[in-house]
């Protein structure tokens, strides 16, 4: 087992000692939690990366510009139906 030390703004820490004393447990098990789980879920950010990747690489996505405009007409039919 290693040792780490941080520096945590005051509100972090205050916000961390009150979730220590809600769950009963102690601010570092539950801040060696919290990073233990960010490191178990590296992998899958990984992977869905590489599969978001592989989808813009074969053409699966739709343009950004094309996103926009449908939800300006959505926002735009909503508008008129609000404002006759």
Same mark, same amino acid.
């Not at 040792?3 to 009963?24: G, V």
């Given at each position: 087992?290693?040792?780490?030390?941080?520096? &945590?703004?005051?509100?972090?820490?205050?916000?961390?000692?009150? &979730?220590?004393?809600?769950?009963?447990?102690?601010?570092?098990?539950?801040?060696?939690? %919290?990073? &233990?789980?960010?490191?178990?879920?590296?992998?899958?950010?990984?992977? %869905?990366?590489?599969?978001?990747?592989?989808?813009?690489?074969?053409?699966?996505?739709?343009?950004?510009?094309?996103?926009?405009?449908?939800?300006?007409?959505?926002?735009?039919?909503?508008?008129?139906?609000?404002?006759?």
């Amino acid at each position: 087992m290693s040792t780490l030390s941080i520096s &945590l703004p005051e509100r972090a820490m205050r916000d961390l000692r009150r &979730l220590a004393d809600d769950t009963d447990t102690s601010v570092e098990a539950l801040a060696a939690n %919290a990073i &233990l789980s960010l490191l178990d879920d590296d992998p899958a950010l990984e992977a %869905a990366i590489a599969e978001a990747e592989a989808e813009v690489a074969a053409g699966q996505v739709i343009p950004a510009e094309e996103v926009f405009a449908e939800l300006d007409a959505i926002v735009a039919a909503a508008l008129a139906r609000t404002t006759r």
